[in-house]
Every structure is written in structure tokens, then in C-alpha cells.
DNA sequence: CGGCGTTTTGAGAGAGCTCAACATCGGTGG
DNA sequence: CCACCGATGTTGAGCTCTCTCAAAACGCCG
């Protein structure tokens, strides 16, 4: 497994124009044409998009230090929609000057590449992680990524990364703590 | 969205060996060193990883038309454990000429990180998908990214896919077949 | 025909979700 | 300094849904 420091992707976004988001402000809509490309400073962005039944599906959460949906890079339009989920900062760069710097700096190509794999790796482990059914498998599995636990105050954020809801979060943690020396999961 | 043509990417492993792998037969394990790059022809390929604790973390689950562990190209040794789910063909391409390839022919480039960038994107949705409860939300959700039902004999790989047993995917089709009208779904 | 894998359907249990009440903490303003 | 407020953390009780275990009905192929 590769290690991605986000400082070295932050570099394709040097120079952009930093923007402040309010909570649930837009960022861009589906079918804009895409003029950025978007990396999360701080906060939390989500992308989504209408079905023709009406119902919203989401596509991604983009945290900090994440780039907002990659594969616009490839497209004239975008095709889902974007909005803060609370106040949020974001960096932005012109898509034709972040193509050039790929095309230019054979380096920076490198750091863009591997970025996406693990972006796809982490992804995916995500996903396998939504597959577990009890809290407390989810837990461990995402501490077992090198994870650690977030300080107090952001446990509702690691409730939503899990897939859980924080009243779940919050008693599986309440039960951890009451008994530290027990390590063993009872799995099924 | 962007389109990935899956023969876009075989365009990668052009030439290489195709290998065939029994059910339960390993491709490599965690710490060998990374000699080829895989894609999956037919068939299905498991990544994982053993915690310390000794619990296994699926890392991926490789369905066919997808690149094994994408970011091996980037590590000399592999981080987890490939193992064919069932009787499978890949193909394999040495790494070095991978890179070369990727190096010596910008549309290959090119054609490898829109594959990046679009199996990060489905990633994530299935990611998503996976924290709907309901496994006629799940199938909504799946089937609103343009999939459509697989033939019969086919529904346990999805119900994989969805992250539900194979009973629960059956008795939400069965439901849906008595009530071929009815297209509201009673979301709370 | 017999065997094997897929599809169906049933019944019970488990685990999280929902709704609800309450505690805690930090900041704000009188 | 204290009352108030919003957000986070805690805990309780019932509901809902899927999972699990079980038992058949199919369907295909040697």
C-alpha cells in the first residue's frame, strides 16, 4: 500500500483561489460546465445527483484534503451536483492549468496517478467496511487501516464515515471503554 | 460521467500471459514482490489483508474488466493477498514494461488514469449504496447508474455486489414481480 | 435418472435505527 | 458571574429490517 501525503497533490492546486463555502451553499450543478477542478482545504463537500424517480443519491463526501470528483477532469460537463455539507474551504484551479501541469511536469503526473489509486484503494476499503453489519467490526476495520480516533467532537463525523448512526458510534464506544482489557471480537 | 471502455484498458496488458486460476488458488501474497500488473478477463479475484488481531479485511473484491490492486504499481512488494473466488482467467503484464508503456504512449497514460479516475467514482458510489439499509434501495441505487439486471444465474454475484445475502436480493426481486406496477418506493 | 447449483419461501433472532429524554460542554450576552 | 443556547455526547425502549438456519422446488447436464 502506497502512502499519499496530501501536502504533494496540494501542489496541483498551488496558486488557486481559496473559497469559502457556508453550510449547504453550492458549489457547482449538474450539466455546468466544469472550469475548475476543486481540492477540499477544510470541511466537507457532497456530491450528488438526482435519479429520474426523484430520489438523491450520494457519491461522495469529499473530506479534507481530497480532490472533488476526479473523473470531471474528463469531462466538458459536470454530472452530479456539489454543496457544502457545513462551512467549508476549498482551493481551485483552472481544469486547462491543471492539465498542463500534468502534461508539463512528468512529476506531478506521478503524484496525480497515485493519488487516484489510492483513492480508489481507500474507496473500495470503505465499501467493504459498509458490508459489516455490526458497529464494532466497522470500528476495528477502519482502525486497522493505520487509523486512529479522532478526538472528541468529530466522533459523529467518524459515525457518518462508518456508515452508522452516531447513537450507535456513541454506545459502542461507551461499551469499549467500560471493559479496556477485553480485546477479543466475538465475531458472529 | 465518464465512459470507460474496459477494451481501452486491455489495450495495458496487450500481449501478456494469460493465466488460468482454479477456485481458492492464490496469485500472490502479502510481501512478495510486485512482478506483473493483473487484469481480471473472467471470473473474480479476492484482496485481503490479515489484522494483527487476525481478523481478514476484504480489500477488494476484482470483477472482471478490472485491474488487480491498481496501486501495486507504485510498491515494490504487494500489501495484501490475491486469491481467485472461483475458476478465473487473468492476464498478466510485467510492471516495468506497465510503466513503460504508460511512459512511451500518452494516450495509454491517459486511458489509465480515466480508468483510475472512473473506478474510483464507482468505488465510491458502491460505497454509498452500501450504507442504504434497505436492499430495495441498494437495487435502486445500483440500478440507476445506467446498470441493468444480470441474467438469471447471475443474481448472487450481485447480491455480493450489494453487499446483502442472496435470500434477501431474492425476496425484493420476488416482491417486485407480484407487483410489477407499483414503482413508489416507500421511503419512510 | 441423479447430482449440483440456483432460486424460493418460511420462521426466528439479532443488531442497528428511530424517537425521545437528558447530560455536558463551550461560547454569548446581559 | 450567571442564564441561555446550540452542538455534542449518553442512555433507554420499541420497531424494522436483514441475517441465519432450514426446507423445498427448479433447472441443467453428464
Known amino acids: ?14 496558486g488557486g483561489l481559496t473559497r469559502r463555502l ?11 460546465v466544469v472550469a475548475f477542478m476543486y481540492f477540499v482545504l477544510q470541511g466537507q463537500i457532497t456530491l450528488s445527483r438526482q435519479t429520474e424517480n426523484g430520489a438523491t443519491v450520494i457519491l461522495q463526501q469529499a473530506q479534507s484534503g481530497q480532490v472533488l470528483a476526479e473523473a470531471s477532469a474528463f469531462s466538458s460537463t459536470y454530472h452530479c451536483n456539489a454543496q457544502a455539507t457545513r462551512a467549508t474551504h476549498v482551493r481551485a484551479v483552472p481544469v486547462n492549468l ?4 500534468l502534461k508539463q ?11 487516484l489509486a489510492s483513492q480508489v484503494q481507500s474507496a473500495r476499503m470503505l465499501a467493504e467496511i459498509r ?10 476495520a477502519w482502525l486497522e487501516q493505520g487509523r486512529t480516533m479522532p ?5 459523529q463525523d467518524l459515525a457518518s464515515q462508518l456508515g452508522v448512526t452516531r447513537e ?8 469499549r471503554r467500560s471493559i479496556p482489557t477485553t480485546l477479543d471480537s466475538h465475531t458472529r
Request: no cysteine; net charge neutral; glycine share 4%.
Open 131 to 140: 458490508t459489516l453489519r455490526k458497529v464494532g467490526d466497522r470500528l476495528d
Open 151 to 155: 478526538p472528541k467532537g468529530k466522533w
Open 168 to 175: 450507535a458510534l456513541y454506545r459502542e464506544l461507551a461499551g
Open 98 to 101: 491543471f492539465h498542463a501541469r
Open 105 to 115: 511536469d512528468a512529476n506531478l503526473s506521478q503524484v496525480w496517478t497515485s493519488y
Open 1 to 14: 500500500m502506497i502512502t499519499i501525503m496530501p501536502e504533494r497533490i496540494e501542489q496541483l492546486f498551488a
Open 22 to 32: 457556508e453550510p449547504a451553499q453550492p458549489l457547482f450543478h449538474v450539466a455546468d
